[in-house]
């Protein structure tokens, strides 16, 4: 099940926590050679310390993680203003309705163990429409995402236009790109078909009736 864990259930969710945080350090410190700080057996930085919202793909018992990613909004401190403000994508990316997703990452180890199956690739595919999911539900309208290149091809395959307004160089082996898209209805639909998903994937998803009156509800 995929859920989001804000501030005041990260006592509850301890376990799923300390599964991302260790999660990230193997992914992107051991694996992509990023430049992260690195506590322990652990990634966390400064913007974690803001109490940010965790999107969590767990099983139904929340105790085993697949994978995660971390929400932020726009209008607060965020790792991709500081990346990229001296673009022109830093200055048109602030707005109550457009939050930043960072740290996205999956336990592929554990997703083989548990979904034999089931491809990297369409795993992803899935985190990005539970992503869309979470933000129709939460009144958000734009994502804007970090990855590296070579990951395009898998939002393609997911069925998300991603469009990239920056890129910066200096955090790894590759350059990290910045990327915005749409959070919509019809991208959700089309999410769904490219990846064969039928049902709702995100456990509070509620569809968005006019995106104008739905308020942003991720509280810090």
Partial sequence: MFILVQAHQYARYQALMDQAFRLRKRVFHDQLGWAVTIDGDCERDEYDALRPAYLMWCNDRAERLYGTLRLMPTTGPTLLYDVFHNTSAGANLIAPGIYEGTRMCL??????????????????????????????????????????????????????????????????????????????????????????????????????????????????
Avoid: W
């Fill in 107 to 220: 336990d592929e180890e554990t997703l083989s163990e548990d979904f034999p199956r089931l491809e990297t690739g369409k795993a992803f595919g899935m985190l990005l429409l539970a992503l869309c999911e979470c933000g129709l539900s939460h009144g958000i309208e734009t994502l804007v995402s970090n990855y590296e290149p070579h990951l395009a091809r898998v939002y393609r395959r997911a069925g998300l236009a991603v469009e990239e307004v920056g890129r910066a160089e200096g955090y790894g082996r590759s350059p990290v790109c910045c990327g915005v898209f749409e959070v919509s209805e019809e991208v959700r639909t089309r999410m769904q078909q490219a990846l064969g998903v039928a049902a709702p994937l995100y456990a509070g998803y509620r569809p968005r009736k006019n995106a104008a009156s739905e308020p942003v509800r991720i509280s810090a």
